[in-house]
């Protein structure tokens, strides 16, 4: 199954890919250099929403909170928007921007060791 973002989708993944976090930075330097080999897109436009990280071949999500996630109406937007993912068959990671600063490498290696199982498991 393909997810494809709307037009608007790709608009603001291609405006967010110039405006990314230090957090998100980092963790793109360290995902498109992975020892799996895995394929990692940033902002990936997904029907009206942008990925901050996508695997397509492990249907991947990875998602960088940073404080504004917490309040207001983030938490109930960011569960509609996960339950939409999951629909389609994406699991979706969610890290504290705090934590991908302060474990870089223990975040990687468990998105790596996460996205390996899933995709072993759609070869099947």
Not at 11 to 34: D, F, S, V
Not at 49 to 65: K, N, P, S
Not at 79 to 103: I, K, Q
Request: charged share 25%; proline share 4%; aromatic share 8%.
């Amino acid at each position: 199954m393909r997810l494809d973002g709307s037009s608007q989708g790709h608009a603001n993944a291609k405006r967010l890919r110039q405006e990314m976090t230090p957090p998100e930075i980092g963790l793109w330097l360290a995902l498109r250099k992975n020892d799996a080999g895995l394929r990692f897109r940033r902002q990936h436009a997904a029907g009206d929403y942008v990925l901050d990280f996508y695997c397509a071949t492990a249907r991947l999500a990875v998602e960088i909170d940073g404080e504004a996630h917490s309040r207001g109406d983030r938490p109930a937007l960011d569960t509609v928007r996960d339950t939409w993912l999951g629909a389609r068959g994406v699991y979706v990671l969610r890290y504290p921007a705090s934590e991908v600063l302060g474990n870089p490498e223990g975040v990687v290696r468990q998105i790596v060791a996460i996205a390996l199982e899933r995709r072993v498991s759609f070869e099947s």
